[in-house]
Antibody, heavy 119, light 112 residues
């Protein structure tokens, strides 16, 4: 069974940092792109960034609004993806989901982890 | 970026009746390989999104056949043949043809 479990969310002050984790199970992790998608409270879905798979050299790509502040990394030995978030702003407050890329779609999603940026 | 526009934003439906959601993209979603990478997601209250349809019209594993997707180019539709209570939630279209990936704003399906 494919599983994605996010962790690491919490309350952080503006300008602070947080590292989210996404633990995967039930599939060959290195074969897949893994993306981060976020959802502000009561709002829609917004793509944050992604890590390509091993065949594509684990290249990372980001939405324009996070470039330079967020960094995606992965550790295939732990079947895990990470989102390091620095210089956080109040508008980064959201539930952050990791989702598996497959056949040009998002076929499995984690339950999400809530990040609240507030003083 | 490709802008995805869904209509309606809210859809009150009677149980057992059909429902239809439209998604229009600001650019063609036909990729150079000839495929159209438009998907539909369902998000039930308090739940993460769930994949329903991919590549315009392919139902994902375990999705009831009352859900169907159609369309081409820039105009796409999700149809539910007979709405059930468990279908309540927000539906999103998402395109993977152009970079960055973009989502529609969501359509809330509720029971009358």
């Amino acid at each position: 069974e494919v599983q994605l479990v996010e962790s690491g969310g919490g309350l952080v002050q503006p300008g602070g940092s947080l590292r989210l984790s996404c633990a995967a199970a039930g599939f060959n992790f290195s074969d897949h792109y893994i993306d981060w998608v976020r959802q502000a409270p009561g709002k829609g879905l917004e793509w944050v960034g992604r890590s390509k798979n091993k065949v594509n050299s684990y290249i990372t790509e980001y939405a324009a609004f996070v470039k330079g502040r967020f960094t995606i990394s992965r550790d295939d030995s732990k079947n895990s993806l990470y989102l390091q978030m620095n210089s956080l702003r109040t508008e980064d407050t959201a539930v952050y989901y990791c989702t598996r890329g497959s056949d040009w779609t998002y076929d499995y999603w984690g339950q999400g982890t809530l990040v609240t940026v507030s003083s | 970026d490709v802008v995805m526009t869904q209509t309606p934003l809210s859809s009150p439906v009677t149980l057992g009746q059909p429902a239809s959601i439209s998604c229009r993209s600001s650019q063609s979603l036909v990729y150079t390989d000839g495929n159209t990478y438009l998907s539909w997601l369902q998000q039930r209250p308090g739940q993460p999104p769930r994949l329903l349809i991919y590549k315009t019209s392919n139902r994902f594993s375990g999705v009831p056949d009352r859900f169907s997707g159609s369309g081409a180019g820039t105009d796409f539709t999700l149809k539910i043949s007979r709405v059930e209570a468990e279908d309540v939630g927000v539906y999103y279209c998402v395109q993977a043809t152009q970079f960055p990936r973009t989502f529609g704003q969501g359509t809330k399906l509720e029971i009358k």
